[in-house]
C-alpha cells in the first residue's frame, strides 16, 4: 500500500537532494491569491447588509471558513499585522463600510519591488473617499454616499486595484465600469462569486462591468479554485527531473501560458479540463529559446510562474530570456541564490536576463527570499549535485500549504534538517 510522506511542516530547513525522476500523481491546495479576494469578498457583502464580520472554522472542517456577521459595532480597529501581507489592501472596501474609515500600515508581502498602491487611491478617489499616506501607512475616508455608475480606466492593469474596485462597488451598492482591469483567475473568481450572491458582473478584456442585485442571497458557498501557480511549479519540477507526473486541481485555462511555455522547450503536456499531465521521459527537447516576458496582460505570462521555469530553463538548451518589470526586485531576489548552486546568469539589466543551458548545479545553502524564489530553489535543488538546504521557509509557507510534502509524494528526496 503507498504511504504519504510525512510532512514537513515545522521544519526550519529542508535539504533537497537529486533522485531518480518524479512520477506519480498530486493535487494542488486551493489558491492563496484567489481565496485572500474571496474572503475579502465575502465579507464586504455581509457589511452590505448592515453587519460586522467575523471568520469562524467549522470545527472538523480545515479547509472550510465560514464569515459570519459580528454582533456589535466595535471602533476602528488597529491592524498592525497587515503590514505582514500584500493583501491586507483587500480589506479597505470592508472597513469602509463598517467603520467610514480604513486605516492601515503600508502592504507587505514578497519583497520584489516597490510595490505601489497609487492605483488603489485612484479608485477609492473614482467613488469619492479621499486618500492620506503618512509615515505609519495609509488612510482612506469614505465620501458622502452618492449614486449612479462609477466609470474609470486603470492606468495598467492591476489585479489588486482590480479587485478592490469590484469590493467597493459591492460595499458603495453602486454599478461600475471598470476599462482596462486585470481579468485574471483570482479576479474572475470574485465576480463568479458575486454574480452567485445576485450581483450582476461580466468580465471581458477591456472592460468589468457590475451591478447590483435586486434582491441579496444570504448563503453563498463559494470554493476556492486551485492554486494555478503551485501547479505550474509542480509541473517544472517533474519536467526537470525527466519524470511524468499528474497534477490535479488546477483549471486548464489558468495554466495555458505556462503549458505554451513547456512546449516551446519540447516538454510534452496534455492540459485537461482540471489536471496537467507532464511527460518528459524521453529527455527530448527543442533546444528553442524560452522568452518568459512576466506580463499584466489577458492571457500573459503570469509573473509568479518565471522564477520555477528559471530554474527548469537552466537544465535545457537554448539560451533563454527572463524578463519580470511587474517586480522589479524579483530578480534581486532569485539570482543570488541560483547563483549559490552555481547557476550562471547574465543580468542585462535589473529586470532582464538570459542564460544559457544546459547547466550543471551543485548543491549549496540557500534562502527563500520570497515564495516564488523559494518554490524554484526546491526545482533548482532536485538536480543540484549534492545536498541544496533550503532556508527561509516561512516564506515559502505563505503561498503554499505544503510544497515539499507534494514533491515527496511524487518521489523527490527532501527531508528536515537540523540547522
Ligand atoms: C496577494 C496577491 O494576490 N499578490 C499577487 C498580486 O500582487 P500585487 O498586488 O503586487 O499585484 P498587482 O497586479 O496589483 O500589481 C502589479 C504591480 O504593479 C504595481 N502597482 C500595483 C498597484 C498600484 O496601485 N500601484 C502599483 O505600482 C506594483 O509594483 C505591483 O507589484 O498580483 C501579482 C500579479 O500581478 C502577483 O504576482 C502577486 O502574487
Ligand atoms: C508575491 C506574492 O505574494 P504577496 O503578494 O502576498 O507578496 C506571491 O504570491 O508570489
Same mark, same amino acid.
Given at each position: 500500500?503507498?504511504?504519504?510522506?510525512?510532512?514537513?511542516?515545522?521544519?526550519?530547513?529542508?535539504?533537497?537532494?537529486?533522485?531518480?525522476?518524479?512520477?506519480?500523481?498530486?493535487?494542488?491546495?486551493?489558491? $492563496?491569491?484567489?481565496?485572500?479576494?474571496?474572503?475579502?469578498?465575502?465579507?464586504?457583502?455581509?457589511?452590505?447588509?448592515?453587519?460586522?464580520?467575523?471568520?469562524?472554522?467549522?470545527?472538523?472542517?480545515?479547509?472550510?471558513?465560514?464569515?459570519?456577521?459580528?454582533?456589535?459595532?466595535?471602533?476602528?480597529?488597529?491592524?498592525?499585522?497587515?503590514?505582514?501581507?500584500?493583501?491586507?489592501?483587500?480589506?479597505?472596501?470592508?472597513?469602509?463600510?463598517?467603520?467610514?474609515?480604513?486605516?492601515?500600515?503600508?502592504?507587505?508581502?514578497?519583497?520584489?519591488?516597490?510595490?505601489?498602491?497609487?492605483?488603489?487611491? $485612484?479608485?477609492?478617489?473614482?467613488?469619492?473617499?479621499?486618500?492620506?499616506?503618512?509615515?505609519?501607512?495609509?488612510?482612506?475616508?469614505?465620501?458622502?454616499?452618492?449614486?449612479?455608475?462609477?466609470?474609470?480606466?486603470?492606468?495598467?492593469?492591476?489585479?489588486?486595484?482590480?479587485?478592490?474596485?469590484?469590493?467597493?462597488?459591492?460595499?458603495?451598492?453602486?454599478?461600475?465600469?471598470?476599462?482596462?482591469?486585470?481579468?485574471?483567475?483570482?479576479?474572475?473568481?470574485?465576480?463568479?462569486?458575486?454574480?452567485?450572491?445576485?450581483?450582476?458582473?461580466?468580465?471581458?478584456?477591456?472592460?468589468?462591468?457590475?451591478?447590483?442585485?435586486?434582491?441579496?442571497?444570504?448563503?453563498?458557498?463559494?470554493?476556492?479554485?486551485?492554486? $494555478?501557480?503551485?501547479?505550474?511549479?509542480? *509541473?517544472?519540477?517533474?519536467?526537470?527531473?525527466?519524470?511524468?507526473?499528474?497534477?490535479?486541481?488546477?483549471?486548464?485555462?489558468?495554466?495555458?501560458?505556462?503549458?505554451?511555455?513547456?512546449?516551446?522547450?519540447?516538454?510534452?503536456?496534455?492540459?485537461?479540463?482540471?489536471?496537467?499531465?507532464?511527460?518528459?521521459?524521453?529527455?527530448?527537447?527543442?533546444?528553442?529559446?524560452?522568452?518568459?516576458?512576466?506580463?499584466?496582460?489577458?492571457?500573459?505570462?503570469?509573473?509568479?510562474?518565471?522564477?520555477?521555469?528559471?530554474?527548469?530553463?537552466?537544465?535545457?538548451?537554448?539560451?533563454?530570456?527572463? *524578463?519580470?518589470?511587474?517586480?522589479?526586485?524579483?530578480?534581486?531576489?532569485?539570482?543570488?541564490?541560483?547563483?549559490?548552486?552555481?547557476?550562471?546568469?547574465?543580468?542585462?539589466?535589473?529586470?532582464?536576463?538570459?542564460?544559457?543551458?544546459?547547466?550543471?548545479?551543485?548543491?549549496?545553502?540557500?534562502?527563500?527570499?520570497?515564495?516564488?524564489?523559494?518554490?524554484?530553489?526546491?526545482?533548482?535543488?532536485?538536480?543540484?549535485?549534492?545536498?541544496?538546504?533550503?532556508?527561509?521557509?516561512?516564506?515559502?509557507?505563505?503561498?503554499?500549504?505544503?510544497?515539499?510534502? $507534494?514533491?515527496?509524494?511524487?518521489?523527490?528526496?527532501?527531508?528536515?534538517?537540523?540547522?
Amino acid at each position: 500500500m503507498p504511504t504519504t510522506p510525512p510532512s514537513l511542516t515545522a521544519a526550519e530547513v529542508i535539504a533537497v537532494r537529486p533522485g531518480p525522476p518524479l512520477t506519480g500523481t498530486v493535487a494542488v491546495d486551493g489558491s $492563496k491569491n484567489a481565496a485572500l479576494p474571496l474572503l475579502a469578498a465575502a465579507a464586504a457583502l455581509d457589511l452590505i447588509q448592515q453587519a460586522g464580520w467575523h471568520v469562524a472554522q467549522p470545527v472538523g472542517e480545515p479547509t472550510t471558513a465560514v464569515i459570519v456577521p459580528a454582533e456589535s459595532r466595535r471602533s476602528l480597529p488597529e491592524l498592525p499585522t497587515a503590514a505582514h501581507i500584500r493583501a491586507s489592501y483587500y480589506l479597505v472596501p470592508a472597513l469602509l463600510a463598517r467603520y467610514g474609515e480604513a486605516r492601515l500600515p503600508g502592504p507587505g508581502g514578497c519583497r520584489i519591488g516597490a510595490r505601489g498602491m497609487d492605483l488603489h487611491f $485612484k479608485v477609492y478617489e473614482a467613488f469619492g473617499d479621499r486618500s492620506l499616506v503618512d509615515d505609519s501607512g495609509y488612510r482612506i475616508e469614505s465620501g458622502t454616499p452618492r449614486t449612479g455608475t462609477v466609470s474609470l480606466v486603470l492606468p495598467f492593469r492591476s489585479r489588486g486595484a482590480t479587485v478592490v474596485a469590484i469590493l467597493r462597488a459591492v460595499t458603495t451598492g453602486r454599478p461600475l465600469r471598470l476599462g482596462e482591469p486585470n481579468p485574471s483567475p483570482e479576479v474572475l473568481c470574485v465576480l463568479d462569486a458575486l454574480n452567485q450572491a445576485g450581483w450582476e458582473g461580466r468580465a471581458g478584456e477591456r472592460l468589468i462591468t457590475l451591478s447590483p442585485p435586486c434582491s441579496a442571497s444570504n448563503d453563498t458557498e463559494w470554493v476556492v479554485p486551485g492554486d $494555478k501557480v503551485e501547479a505550474g511549479t509542480l *509541473a517544472c519540477a517533474v519536467a526537470t527531473t525527466g519524470g511524468i507526473g499528474r497534477i490535479e486541481g488546477a483549471q486548464a485555462e489558468d495554466m495555458s501560458p505556462l503549458v505554451a511555455a513547456l512546449r516551446r522547450l519540447g516538454i510534452s503536456v496534455s492540459n485537461e479540463a482540471n489536471a496537467l499531465t507532464v511527460n518528459a521521459e524521453d529527455g527530448r527537447t527543442t533546444g528553442r529559446p524560452l522568452r518568459a516576458i512576466a506580463s499584466l496582460i489577458p492571457g500573459g505570462l503570469d509573473a509568479d510562474f518565471e522564477p520555477p521555469l528559471m530554474a527548469l530553463a537552466l537544465g535545457l538548451p537554448g539560451t533563454h530570456l527572463f *524578463a519580470d518589470s511587474i517586480n522589479p526586485g524579483r530578480h534581486g531576489n532569485l539570482l543570488p541564490q541560483l547563483a549559490r548552486l552555481g547557476a550562471g546568469i547574465e543580468e542585462m539589466s535589473p529586470t532582464e536576463c538570459r542564460l544559457t543551458g544546459p547547466q550543471h548545479l551543485i548543491g549549496a545553502g540557500v534562502e527563500a527570499t520570497d515564495i516564488r524564489t523559494g518554490s524554484a530553489l526546491m526545482v533548482a535543488g532536485l538536480t543540484a549535485q549534492g545536498v541544496t538546504t533550503l532556508g527561509g521557509l516561512d516564506q515559502l509557507r505563505r503561498g503554499h500549504a505544503d510544497l515539499p510534502g $507534494k514533491l515527496r509524494t511524487l518521489g523527490a528526496d527532501i527531508c528536515e534538517v537540523t540547522p
